[in-house]
């Protein structure tokens, strides 16, 4: 159903000549079937959606060396692709929710100590999926731990 919909978008942004929403959808198209070619499978929602994630956060990590360079044209460029990659994910859960989540799964695992993490963040990535980012939850997961 997803990859219906950036099929679409991609043919509307053609036919409106929107290049930058053109470009980031072929992207993440070009990302999908990469891993349909390479692993030889159907790609499903969520596994487009974790595509997606990772380009938000790849983009992200590019806007810190653009602002460094004061690449004023680049940052521009790159937060509108976020900002159209972002309407594919679900609404992103803030920091509260995020930190309230977490609190259940680490009183739920018994988790007392950075051995523990990697168990927190398995747990976590499974039941946030792409509706928060990996960074967040380690940093909110080391708050509540006191590490």
Known sequence: ??????????????K???E???NTVQMVRAAILQIEKDK????????ILEIIAK????????LKDFEKAQRQDLIDQTNKEIEILQEYLPKQLTKEEIKEKLEK??????????KDM??????AKTQMGASADGKT????AKEIMGL
């Open 40 to 47: 030889g499978i159907q790609v499903e929602d969520d596994k």
């Open 16 to 18: 409106n000549k929107n």
């Open 55 to 62: 380009e938000v956060k790849t983009k992200k990590d590019a």
């Open 137 to 140: 939850i380690n940093e909110v």
């Open 20 to 22: 930058i929403r053109k």
């Open 1 to 14: 159903m997803l990859k219906e919909k950036l099929m679409d978008d991609l043919k509307n942004s053609m």
């Open 105 to 114: 799964i680490i009183s739920d695992l018994g988790a007392t100590s950075m």
């Open 118 to 123: 990697g168990a927190i963040m398995k747990e």
